[in-house]
């Protein structure tokens, strides 16, 4: 028979796991992860079945770079709870880190199974698509997301993005109009779509994207630099250099930067290599 003892022990247990896991998180935020574990571990001994200990527990040893544990801990996560949509993304996120796209996808879509109806969900998803090269789901997971949040510049920004890659210029310039107007104050988002423009030859509508980046981060060479590219590719050799002298002696790690942007934006990739 049970004892009468059996619901005070079980009350005692949860608030050791609550008790442990909070002295962990806070480990955690303060970035002492191997403390942060072993209160985790301890939580994990006082209740072998709590799916969010679990949870917890691989994203502490994924930290730690310790992935045979942390993939451990993800798959009692999801088998302790199924439809935990966030389980199956850590899952996903892991394998993935671990060389296994394959198996990620499975988790991920599993992950948008259950949570569906969030933009984050399905933007994940159709990143790995993109990164596995299947551009029709990617497209479709992404567009999926834009239309859950269509008020969030990020998400039209990687679909822009998505259709940057594909050479489709005319529909990334459109996503990129929808980012700017969703997130006026972000500069990348203004340099990005004035690189859609320059690939359409849309040369003033460039223009205009390169100045307000400049207004956003004026003090930005590899802006100025690129500003001032644009302009000798445009045969405006004067105010070109207006903008060379603003960009003044770049050191090397802004000689660094203005490749990578050039590279990241895909604007005169000849002279950008031609620089590294």
């Given at each position: 028979?049970p004892?009468?003892?059996?619901?005070?022990?079980?009350?005692?247990?949860?608030?050791?796991?609550?008790?442990?896991?909070?002295?962990?998180?806070?480990?955690?935020?303060?970035?002492?992860?191997?403390?942060?574990i072993?209160?985790?571990?301890?939580?994990?001994?006082?209740?072998?079945?709590?799916?969010?200990?679990?949870?917890?527990?691989?994203?502490?040893?994924?930290?730690?770079?310790?992935?045979?544990?942390?993939?451990?801990a993800?798959?009692?996560a999801?088998?302790?709870?199924?439809?935990?949509?966030?389980?199956?993304?850590?899952?996903?996120?892991?394998?993935?880190?671990?060389?296994?796209?394959?198996?990620?996808?499975?988790?991920?879509?599993?992950?948008?199974e259950?949570?569906?109806?969030?933009?984050?969900?399905?933007?994940?998803?159709?990143?790995?698509?993109?990164?596995?090269?299947?551009?029709?789901?990617?497209?479709?997971h992404l567009w999926?997301?834009?239309?859950?949040?269509?008020?969030?510049?990020?998400?039209?920004?990687?679909?822009?993005?998505?259709?940057?890659?594909?050479?489709?210029?005319?529909?990334?310039?459109?996503?990129?109009?929808?980012?700017?107007?969703?997130?006026?104050?972000?500069d990348?988002?203004?340099?990005?779509?004035?690189?859609?423009?320059?690939?359409?030859?849309?040369?003033?509508?460039?223009l205009?994207?390169?100045?307000?980046?400049?207004?956003?981060?004026?003090g930005?060479?590899?802006?100025?630099?690129?500003?001032?590219?644009?302009?000798?590719?445009?045969?405006?050799?004067?105010?070109?250099?207006?903008?060379?002298?603003?960009?003044?002696?770049?050191?090397?790690?802004?000689?660094?930067?203005?490749?990578?942007?050039?590279?990241?934006?895909g604007?005169?990739?000849?002279?950008a290599?031609?620089?590294?």
């Amino acid at each position: 028979m049970p004892t009468g003892n059996t619901k005070e022990n079980s009350v005692e247990a949860d608030q050791d796991v609550r008790e442990q896991c909070l002295v962990a998180d806070r480990l955690l935020e303060a970035g002492e992860v191997p403390a942060a574990i072993k209160h985790y571990e301890r939580a994990a001994q006082a209740d072998n079945d709590d799916g969010e200990v679990q949870l917890r527990l691989g994203d502490a040893y994924r930290l730690a770079e310790k992935p045979t544990k942390a993939l451990q801990a993800y798959r009692k996560a999801v088998q302790m709870r199924p439809r935990h949509a966030e389980s199956h993304l850590g899952l996903g996120d892991l394998l993935l880190h671990c060389g296994q796209p394959r198996a990620a996808l499975a988790a991920l879509e599993k992950a948008v199974e259950y949570r569906g109806d969030q933009a984050y969900y399905l933007y994940r998803l159709g990143k790995l698509y993109w990164l596995v090269r299947q551009f029709d789901q990617a497209e479709k997971h992404l567009w999926g997301a834009v239309q859950l949040a269509p008020d969030d510049g990020f998400y039209h920004f990687r679909l822009g993005d998505l259709y940057f890659e594909q050479g489709r210029w005319e529909e990334a310039s459109g996503e990129y109009e929808a980012a700017v107007y969703c997130s006026p104050a972000d500069d990348f988002y203004h340099l990005r779509l004035a690189a859609a423009y320059v690939r359409q030859e849309r040369h003033e509508q460039a223009l205009s994207m390169f100045e307000r980046s400049l207004e956003i981060c004026p003090g930005n060479p590899a802006y100025q630099y690129l500003m001032a590219k644009h302009l000798e590719q445009t045969n405006r050799p004067d105010q070109a250099a207006h903008y060379y002298q603003q960009a003044g002696e770049l050191g090397p790690y802004d000689r660094d930067y203005v490749r990578r942007v050039h590279l990241r934006c895909g604007i005169y990739e000849s002279q950008a290599s031609a620089e590294q």
